[in-house]
T-cell receptor, first 114, second 113 residues
Framework: DAGVIQSPRHEVTEMGQEVTLRCKPI?????LFWYRQTMMRGLELLIY????????DSGMPEDRFSAKMPNASFSTLKIQPSEPRDSAVYFC????????????FGPGTRLLVL | RKEVEQDPGPFNVPEGATVAFNCTYS??????FFWYRQDCRKEPKLLMS???SGNEDGRFTAQLNRASQYISLLIRDSKLSDSATYLC??????????????FGGGTRLMVKP
């Protein structure tokens, strides 16, 4: 199994630009999570999907952030327009159950907004 | 108050030492508890679950005190390879969407020769 795949691994962009992060969950997993990690705030849940449907997006910081899951094997997290305070590592994770202790994380996307 | 609180450390210990990390959580309705490990510039990975009766996995021992809402992780005979950040994780109910994992800020461990 290839595990959770994220792209790009690194992204450097300028303030105001649109950023799109991509995730392919493990095949057969029906939950997908997007997290953001910073030194100041740690690992924060942004949004999660069950069977491609967004269930809880209360962690999405503001309207500049949006996430979609058009099918079971692909999800995107978009930031438009990006700001320097969005600089962080963004992780995607998947699991069989929302309550499963074993959430499998992707390698993350390191985003730097200048 | 954070939902899951940990001492960020770092804990600097020599090889072979025993080290303990603590964690407190605020939601008394939390149902499941875990420790994840995160290596530098890597993703978090499940280390072990934490059961009410306490549990061991080799050199690692996890304890849960529901009354005090307190979780601990003990590492015996620490190795250089144990150097990482240890994340305390709590599965807690949400009012509208079942249950969710909430991560603590992590405790950084550095084991030195």
């Amino acid at each position: 199994d290839a595990g959770v795949i994220q792209s790009p691994r690194h992204e450097v962009t300028e303030m105001g630009q649109e950023v799109t992060l991509r995730c392919k969950p493990i095949s057969g997993h029906d939950y997908l999570f997007w997290y953001r990690q910073t030194m100041m705030r740690g690992l924060e849940l942004l949004i999660y999907f069950n069977n491609n449907v967004p269930i809880d997006d209360s962690g999405m910081p503001e309207d500049r952030f949006s996430a979609k899951m058009p099918n079971a094997s692909f999800s995107t997290l978009k930031i438009q327009p990006s700001e320097p305070r969005d600089s962080a590592v963004y992780f995607c994770a998947s699991s069989f159950l929302a309550t499963s202790e074993t959430q499998y994380f992707g390698p993350g996307t390191r985003l730097l907004v200048l | 108050r954070k939902e899951v609180e940990q001492d960020p450390g770092p804990f600097n210990v020599p090889e072979g030492a025993t080290v303990a990390f603590n964690c407190t959580y605020s939601n008394s309705a939390s149902q499941s508890f875990f420790w994840y490990r995160q290596d530098c510039r890597k993703e978090p990975k499940l280390l072990m679950s934490v059961y009410s009766s306490g549990n061991e996995d080799g050199r690692f021992t996890a304890q849960l005190n529901r009354a005090s809402q307190y979780i601990s992780l003990l590492i015996r005979d620490s190795k250089l390879s144990d150097s990482a950040t240890y994340l305390c994780v709590v599965n807690q109910p949400l009012y509208n969407a079942g249950n969710m994992l909430t991560f603590g800020g992590g405790t950084r461990l550095m084991v030195k020769p």
